[in-house]
């Protein structure tokens, strides 16, 4: 079996809140996941559904990014989350934006 280069970041997908999970609703959705690529693909659930689990990684994770991206606040998030994902001890070459975001956690 071929090992996995250490030096290729492994697939990450942005951490979102959904909108019911930040107004504290009593219910949550299951297929949310699903909706967000059959939104971003056109593909019907029960095709998604039988994607490779690798497929299915990439797509939502570009559905997430493509869905974040329509809006300000969208860009703002996926901005946080790709300074939290830095693990350069050199901070100050991510800019002063990045700073003040790692200086609040």
Excluded: C
């Amino acid at each position: 079996m071929a090992q996995r280069s250490s030096s290729r970041k492994k697939l990450t997908i942005p951490p979102v809140q959904w909108p019911t999970e930040q107004e504290g609703s009593n219910y949550s959705t299951t297929t949310g996941d699903l909706n967000l690529i059959h939104e971003y693909t056109g593909l019907n659930f029960i095709e998604i559904m039988g994607l490779r689990l690798f497929t299915y990684a990439i797509l939502l994770r570009d559905a997430v990014i493509t869905h974040l991206s329509a809006t300000s606040e969208g860009a703002e998030m996926l901005a946080r989350a790709w300074v939290l994902e830095q693990t350069d001890a050199n901070i100050k070459d991510l800019g002063t934006e990045a700073i003040a975001i790692y200086e609040q956690d």
